[in-house]
């Protein structure tokens, strides 16, 4: 080969490395961006999908031992988190947070003033796009028996009846319109019995204390699957039934809670508009 060509050879050679080294330079310029476990976990709803006991044998999700962790849950990105049973009724609300390893999840149920009910830390076992399990100890004093809470990814949309809205605050009754829209005194006997200050449980047990801080009436709550209407059920201190009542929702929004009562059934042209207001009132 004489010369000329090998020069030839060797530029081409020379070319070829370098065009080489600059796409290896390009290809060290990507980052790959890393995601946080707990942005991993607020990253879909999770449903509770399966439960396992200490010795891996499936535990059915109705079983008293579990059953408390089961539903959908949603933890989101500004650290607060709600738990809805798998029959949509709100179950727990307050705040969340993951260890920065990944390895415990932390949950702080709250009441509607803010107020903790209880704070518990588990073990995570599994967290990535599609599943989420964690350890759960039944038995302080034996940490060999636990249950393994198993959660899948899942589609489902968080309720948007109000539940969570009217739980998430206390309120306190502002004002009321009889059918005409005029101002009711709220001293006034049509009205008087449903004044105070009302605390709706995210567990589904409900409070009312009137303005002087003294309880009125508690038991159980819901809202109906449309958000349009809202029960309470008041129990006596052995949880007997004392009465339960249904009044059609008009406004449920943060700041607002207003409902219509109709006092005599046959007579729907005569009703009266009780008005909330979100409240900074600690439940007494």
């Known amino acids: 080969m004489n010369p000329l060509k090998k020069l030839c050879y060797l530029m081409t050679a020379m070319i070829l490395s370098v065009a080489f080294v600059s796409c290896s330079d390009n290809d ?15 990253s879909t709803p999770w449903e509770t999908t399966g439960a396992k006991d200490k010795n891996g ?27 809805y049973g798998l029959n949509d009724v709100l179950r727990s609300r307050g705040t969340w947070s993951v260890d920065p390893q990944g390895k415990t999840r932390t949950i702080t149920a709250l009441n509607p003033d803010g ?18 399990t964690y350890r759960i100890y039944t038995n302080p004093s034996d940490p060999s028996v636990y249950y393994d809470i198993i ?15 009217l739980a998430s605050t206390p309120w306190e ?18 009205v008087a019995n449903y004044v105070g200050y009302s605390y709706f449980k995210a567990n589904g047990t409900f409070t009312i204390y009137g303005l002087n801080n003294v309880l009125r009436s508690q038991g159980t709550w819901s809202v109906s699957p449309d958000g349009k209407k809202r029960t309470i059920t008041a129990l006596d201190s052995n949880g007997n039934v004392i009465f339960t009542r249904t009044v059609d929702i008009l406004t449920l929004n943060p700041s607002e809670f207003t409902y219509r009562i109709t006092p005599d059934a046959g007579n729907p042209s005569v009703y009266y508009d009780i008005i909330h207001t979100k409240v900074d009132h600690k439940e007494p």
Not at 58 to 80: C, I, R
Not at 121 to 130: A, E, F, P, Q, S
Not at 173 to 181: F, I, P, Q
């Open 28 to 42: 060290d310029d990507v980052i790959i961006e890393q995601i946080t476990p707990s942005q991993m976990l607020s």
């Open 57 to 83: 044998q499936a535990v059915d999700l109705n079983n008293p031992s579990v059953n408390g962790f089961v539903g959908f849950a949603y933890f989101k990105a500004d650290g607060n988190f709600v738990i």
């Open 173 to 190: 009754t502002t004002g009321a319109k009889d059918s005409s829209g005029n101002p009711v005194p709220l001293a006034d006997a049509n």
């Open 115 to 132: 107020t903790s009910i209880f704070s518990r830390v588990v073990d995570i076992l599994v967290l990535n796009k599609n599943e989420f």
């Open 151 to 165: 959660h899948t990814r899942t589609p489902h949309a968080e309720p948007a009846n109000g539940q969570l809205t």
